[in-house]
Nanobody, 131 residues
C-alpha cells in the first residue's frame, strides 16, 4: 500500500502565508527517497499546473514561473514528508493543491511539466486566498 495525504490548506488573506505538508507511506521495500515528489494545483476552468517539484534526494528543484521567489519546496526523507512553504499569497494562487509521487530518477523540470508521469496522487487540499 502507498498513500500520500496532504494537509495545511485553508483560507488566508492576500499577502499571507501557508505551509502545506504531504505525508507518505510506501510499499514494502521502498522508502520515501525512492520517489520524486511534486505539488500540482488546479483552479476551476484551468488546466492542472505543476507548481513545484523536487528530486528524490532533494538536491534538485523546479518552480513554475508564477511562484518563483514566493514558494519553497522541501522534503524530509527521514520523516517521509514533503512541504510547500507559500509566502506572499495572491488570489490567483487559489486552487486545489495536490501532492504527487513518481518512482523515477532525475528530470525534475520535465516531470513537473508533465503530470501524467506522476503515478500516485493525494486527495488534495484547498487553498483559498481572499482579497
Amino acid at each position: 500500500q502507498v498513500q500520500v495525504v496532504e494537509s495545511g490548506g485553508g483560507l488566508v488573506q492576500a499577502g499571507g502565508s501557508l505551509r502545506l505538508s504531504c505525508t507518505a507511506s510506501t510499499a514494502s521495500g521502498l522508502t520515501f527517497d525512492d520517489y520524486a515528489m511534486g505539488w500540482f494545483r488546479q483552479a476551476p476552468g484551468k488546466e492542472r499546473e505543476g507548481v513545484s517539484c523536487i528530486s528524490r534526494s532533494g538536491s534538485n528543484t523546479y518552480y513554475a514561473d508564477s511562484v518563483k521567489g514566493r514558494f519553497t519546496i522541501s522534503r524530509d526523507n527521514a520523516k517521509f514528508t514533503l512541504y510547500l512553504q507559500m509566502n506572499s499569497l495572491e488570489p490567483e494562487d487559489t486552487a486545489m493543491y495536490y501532492c504527487a509521487a513518481a518512482r523515477v530518477n532525475g528530470g525534475i523540470s520535465t516531470l513537473c511539466r508533465d503530470s501524467s508521469i506522476f503515478n500516485y496522487w493525494g486527495q488534495g487540499t484547498q487553498v483559498t486566498v481572499s482579497s
